[in-house]
């Protein structure tokens, strides 16, 4: 995959990604709040390192948000940037269950090297609709979260989307976490293209879609993106 005009392959933009540094590496996570209505501790803003140098605080609209409870955004974020294989021919189509990072253990008073611990399988935001939609105990007949099932996940789109949604935001509609997004056909710089995303661009060709981030547990605090819509389109 590879974009006429851009500086550079997917590839190499994804290699870049996948190892860049997350500010507070090696702290302690902030623990999880209980309840996604409480003062959400857990979602405190994450910074990415060189060479990108961008800070991410979207998820103040709960509206969005789909993680809570157990869920930590900073663990799974590290986690599936670091299962992304750039070498793939279609990144975005690659899935499989993502761990977190195996980290080399720090060696012993005698100089031994510590027993290395089995890496923590981690469970992804519900951000790619071929996971949410699918993912509530209507849908399979059984809850997932209950039994501590670990499944697919498409590493690529849950930590992009993770980043993309700090600039290009769907826009709300009359329902809650029912949103609405463009998209389009022809090369834009991105200060307009997060405009036209949510169809604030006039005199651009745009297929607007609609989805929603629904509850997928009987708790109503873990939520996904479901499939989208096409609605019509705009011009």
């Known amino acids: 995959m590879r974009c006429r005009d851009a500086a550079a392959s997917l590839g190499t933009l994804l290699s870049s990604f996948k190892t860049c540094g997350l500010l507070g590496d090696g702290q302690p996570a902030s623990k999880e709040s209980a309840d996604d209505d409480d003062e959400d501790t857990k979602a405190q803003p994450l910074e990415i390192g060189d060479p990108f140098n961008l800070r991410l605080d979207w998820w103040s609209d709960k509206g969005l948000k789909t993680w809570a409870g157990s869920m930590n955004a900073r663990t799974i974020f590290v986690a599936m940037k670091g299962a992304i294989d750039e070498k793939c021919d279609d990144p975005f189509a690659q899935g499989g269950v993502v761990a977190d990072p195996v980290r080399q253990q720090p060696t012993g008073s005698t100089g031994k090297s510590r027993k290395a611990t089995k890496p ?19 849908d399979i007949g059984f809850m997932p ?30 329902t809650p976490r029912v949103f609405d997004y463009c998209t389009w056909s022809v ?42 819509t096409r609605i019509g389109e705009e011009r």
């Not at 209950?146 to 009359?174: N, W």
């Not at 307009?192 to 607007?208: F, H, I, Q, S």
């Open 145 to 174: 979260d209950a039994l501590k099932m670990t499944t697919e996940a498409f590493p690529a789109v849950e930590a992009l989307c993770l980043v993309g949604l700090q600039r290009f935001r769907p826009a709300p509609t009359d």
């Open 187 to 228: 090369p834009l710089p991105p200060a307009l293209a997060a405009v036209a995303v949510c169809g604030r661009l006039p005199g651009v060709d745009a297929v607007r879609y609609r989805f929603e981030n629904a509850f997928r547990t009987d708790q109503r605090k873990h939520k996904g993106f479901m499939p989208a």
């Open 120 to 138: 923590k399988k981690r469970e992804p935001y519900y951000f790619d609709a071929r996971r949410g939609g699918s993912a509530t105990a209507r």
